[in-house]
């Protein structure tokens, strides 16, 4: 049987420099070698061509935290995926859940980037998860549902080329992890969604994200339906990052 393929991500967020990313990047790359599953570092957009330059000729692929729906013009502040297809990059986070609520993103909007970031031939990682009063509700299945449908829908044949990173807002950078059986709950319900979309978009990774660490990864993906992680806090310290990495393989 066709083996779903296994991605690590890390998002740095809005943290790094040159000096520190050179720091973080030399301690992953000197630990990574030749790992078994996919790896990324999502970075800001100031430093794509730093990191772009440094992880030529590794495994690690380049990320970008977010991505323009539009693909050119009087957009003041945006990044395009023509931009960050000449600095390298792999993969764009979409609907990250600091977006959505920080800066206003839809459901649409989402699913705008997700289109111009394949339509470039970036695979966008988008981004799923319900809020603490969501899931207290017992509303997270129908609120993630809601969100992969947006995308789904957006892009129809291309979904089979997308990743979805399954993000419980109430976890994210709180310490406070959903726990093996509540997110391999959930990642289930998507990868039933996804496989309505088709075979190939069934096979997609399916990430956990929401202070996945080095201490509870590997219960973590040890879940049938949990195929990597999207890493914010424990991707900036390198021997971290490494360990969830190895947990993934
Ligand atoms: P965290 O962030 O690992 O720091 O909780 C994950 C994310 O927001 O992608």
New binding site residues.
């Given amino acids: 049987m066709q083996q779903r393929k296994k991605l690590v991500a890390g ?1 740095w ?1 809005m943290n790094g420099g040159l000096a520190a990313n050179a720091a973080l990047l030399d301690g992953v790359l000197a630990g990574l070698g030749a790992p078994a599953c996919g790896v990324a570092a999502c970075v800001p957009a100031p430093y794509l061509a730093q990191v772009q330059a440094r992880v030529a000729g590794s495994a690690l692929a380049l990320g970008a935290q977010d991505v323009s729906a539009f693909a050119s013009g009087a957009y003041t502040g945006e990044v395009s995926a023509g931009m960050l297809v000449d600095f390298g990059v792999a993969y764009a986070i979409v609907g ?1 859940s ?1 977006r959505r609520q920080y800066h206003g993103e839809t459901d649409a909007t989402v699913a705008a980037k997700a289109l111009a970031a394949l339509d470039k031939g970036i695979t966008p990682i988008v981004c799923v998860g319900e809020t603490l009063a969501e899931r207290e509700a017992d509303q997270t299945v129908a609120v993630v549902s809601r969100q992969l449908a947006a995308v789904l829908t957006k892009l129809g044949d291309k979904a089979a080329a997308i990743v979805v990173a399954y ?1 419980p807002v109430w ?4 310490g406070r992890t959903a726990s093996p059986e509540q997110a391999q709950a959930v990642h289930a319900a998507l990868r039933a969604q996804l496989a309505e979309a088709g075979e190939a978009a069934a096979m997609q990774p399916i990430l956990y ?4 660490n080095a201490a509870n990864a590997a219960q973590l993906l040890a879940q049938a339906d949990i195929d990597g992680g ?5 991707s900036l310290k390198a021997a971290d990052f490494l360990a969830i990495v190895a947990a993934a393989g």
């Fill in positions: 998002n967020k990250h600091e993000e976890a994210i950078g709180t994200g929401g202070s996945m999207l890493i914010g806090g424990a």
